[in-house]
Structure formats: C-alpha cells, structure tokens
C-alpha cells in the first residue's frame, strides 16, 4: 500500500533563510507523482510543486524546489528566502500514475509539517 | 468560477441528522474528488467523479456516506444519521487532464463539520 511519512510535526526558520521539509515514501509502483501541499489557515490547500517518477531533474517552481532522491523514497521540499507568508501547514502527497490518462489525482496524503517563519 | 467553491464554510449539525455539503468545481472541470481531513491530519480521499460517474468509491468510509454528480458539474456529499466522529474538513479538488494528462488538483476551502 502506498504511504506518505512526515516525520517533522513542526519547523521553525527564520526570515530569508533556507528550510527543508522533509517527505518520504512508499510503493511499489514504478510510475507515480509527488506533489507538495500548503495550507494556510484559511484551510485552502495550495499547489506547490510537482514530481514525476520518471522526471530526471528536481523540480522548481519559484523559491521552491524538491529534492527528489528515488533508490532513498524521499522527496524533500526546499523553500528558499523564507517569507514571513510561509507559515503554514506543508503536505506531502502521492499519486498512483506519474500523467495517468484522464488525470486521475487520487492523492495519499502525509501528516503534514506545520512551518513558523519568525521575522 | 474563478475557483473551487464549497458551502457552506461550517456547519454545525447534531447527531442522528442528515447533512448534504455541496461542491462547485472550476468551470470545465471533469474531475471532481472529495476529501476528508480530520483535526490534525492530512487528507484522506472518499471518492472521485469523472465527470457525472463515481469512477472510484473506495474511500467512503461506510454506507451513511454518498455523494452524487447529476450533471458533471457540481457534486454533493450526503451523510446521514451523522455521528460525533463524522466531524472534520470536507474537502472538494477539481482538475481537468491536459493532452499530457499532467495534471494538478485545485482545492476548496473546505466545509468544517461538526457533529454535537
């Protein structure tokens, strides 16, 4: 069965420093997506970034970057020049499928890492 | 609409009663999945429409839960006999496939169940 393992609760880091949050996984499946959530307290969950099984290069998006290392199933997000706008939950998520026709997003979910970013 | 859109925000509803939450996904959106996220956790998935059809039930936790489609467009999650445990964030996601089927799911603000 596929799982998502967030072994951090809880980060602080401050302003304009680097974090990494940390994600791995398990499954048996050769093709698969990983996808990194925020959700503020509004309870929105946010699209970050996305990774293919098949994807050679680490993702980036922005201040945002995943550190994808397949023989360790892990797939750790860096954000970088931490803003005071990042404090939020960050969830980890898994996909059956890297592109799966039709699009089908049936999502596994981790526990989450709540992020405080102190001024 | 601009986003996905779910009513109402909270609802507060006592136990034994019956509670329909509605979902109103991005325009053009065939897909459609609900979540639910219980105090201190991440999601967990219920079910997902393509398009007026439940292509996938697997995560309905019983038979009190039911969700339906009628048009393809907006959805509806159905709970009935509602019980204190059934409270949490509800959450609706849409996405629609590119020609790659590379895709990412939009989600609602969620609608915050509470049983008392």
């Known amino acids: 069965a596929q799982k998502i393992t967030q072994t951090q609760p809880g980060m602080f880091v401050q302003e304009k420093e680097a974090v990494t949050l940390d994600c791995t996984y398990d499954?048996?499946?050769?093709?698969?997506?990983l996808f990194w959530y925020k959700q503020p307290s509004s309870g929105e969950m946010i699209f970050l970034i996305y990774?293919?099984?098949?994807?050679?290069q680490n993702a980036t998006e922005g201040r945002y970057s995943l550190n994808f290392q397949k023989a360790r199933k892990s797939a750790n997000l860096v954000i970088s020049a931490s803003q005071l706008g990042d404090s939020a939950m960050y969830f980890c998520?898994?996909?059956?499928?890297?592109?799966?026709?039709?699009?089908?997003?049936?999502?596994?979910f981790g526990a989450g890492t709540r992020l405080a970013v102190h001024p | 609409g601009a986003g996905v859109s779910q009513t109402p925000s909270n609802k507060v509803t006592e136990k034994g009663k019956y509670v329909e939450l509605r979902c109103d996904p991005i325009?053009?959106?065939?897909?459609l999945y609900w979540y639910r996220q219980s105090l201190g956790q991440g999601p967990e998935f219920l079910i997902y429409?393509?398009?007026?059809?439940?292509?996938?039930d697997s995560g309905l936790p019983n038979d009190r839960f039911f969700a339906v489609r009628p048009e393809g467009s907006v959805s509806t999650l159905k709970i009935q006999r509602t019980e204190r445990g059934d409270s949490a964030v509800y959450l609706c996601?849409?996405?629609?496939?590119?020609?790659?089927?590379?895709?990412?799911?939009?989600f609602g603000q969620g609608t915050r169940l509470t049983v008392v």
């Open positions: 996601a849409s996405s629609s496939p590119t020609s790659t089927g590379d895709t990412e799911a939009f």
């Open positions: 325009s053009g959106h065939t897909a």
């Open positions: 990774q293919g099984s098949y994807d050679e």
């Open positions: 998520a898994m996909r059956e499928g890297d592109r799966p026709a039709g699009g089908y997003n049936k999502l596994i």
């Open positions: 429409f393509q398009g007026t059809g439940a292509a996938d």
């Open positions: 499954t048996s499946d050769q093709s698969y997506g």
